[in-house]
T-cell receptor
């Protein structure tokens, strides 16, 4: 079945530094990738939608200059958390929508970001 | 946009009992309703889904029912086992491609041995 490979699974960074999270679609092409953020004991909240070859669209309240999204190819979408602060510590998950032979939404395994 | 409400937030059952989790959605245009199981530190795992042209779907011990008129759908787990303990999320989407899923707030299910 369709697989989205997300890396890294865990990252600890110092406050003020940047962190890049990658999501790769394996064996299928993902023209769209959804990025979610999940705080402890809370639900998944959509942050932004990336589209291959065009600018990402951000949900209300999400800082586009802080959360840089790049979807340079049909198999790779990246989220870069710039100038990270402790309040950015969260679980970040990417998801590719269904399409073609892909049934249902495909989720990455998530990235646990801890900013110290 | 879509709003999905989920109840209860926590549910504790004895092994072998049934568990029911309920969700309501706001947008009548939504037509895809998946349920996910999430274990600690992992991404959500699809356990069952239903589309608006179907009222009920079953897969072994898991079933989902959908009432389009009332705009609510439910997850039913029968003969619960300790390994069913996890957080369950319902979700809704307007279509199955262009829009992201909107998730409910989650239900922490604990199955007591």
């Amino acid at each position: 079945g369709a697989v989205v490979s997300q890396h890294p699974s865990r990252v600890i960074c110092k406050s003020g530094t940047s962190v890049k999270i990658e999501c790769r679609s394996l064996d299928f092409q993902a023209t769209t990738m959804f990025w979610y953020r999940q705080f402890p004991k809370q639900s998944l909240m959509l942050m932004a939608t990336s589209n291959e070859g065009s600018k990402a669209t951000y949900e209300q309240g999400v800082e586009k200059d802080k959360f840089l999204i790049n979807h340079a190819s049909l198999t790779l979408s990246t989220l870069t958390v710039t100038s990270a602060h402790p309040e950015d510590s969260s679980f970040y998950i990417c998801s590719a929508p269904p399409g073609g032979p892909v049934y249902g939404y495909t989720f990455g395994s998530g990235t646990r970001l801890t900013v110290v | 946009g879509e709003n999905v409400e989920q109840h209860p937030s926590t549910l504790s059952v004895q092994e072998g009992d049934s568990a029911v989790i309920k969700c309501t959605y706001s947008d009548s245009a939504s037509n895809y309703f998946p349920w996910y199981k999430q274990e600690l530190g992992k991404g959500p795992q699809l356990i069952i889904d239903i589309r608006s042209n179907v009222g009920e779907k079953k897969d072994q011990r898991i079933a989902v029912t959908l009432n389009k008129t009332a705009k609510h759908f439910s997850l039913h787990i029968t003969e619960t086992q300790p390994e069913d303990s996890a957080v369950y999320f319902c979700a809704a989407s307007m279509d199955t491609g262009r829009r992201a899923l909107t998730f409910g707030s989650g239900t922490r299910l604990q199955v007591q041995p």
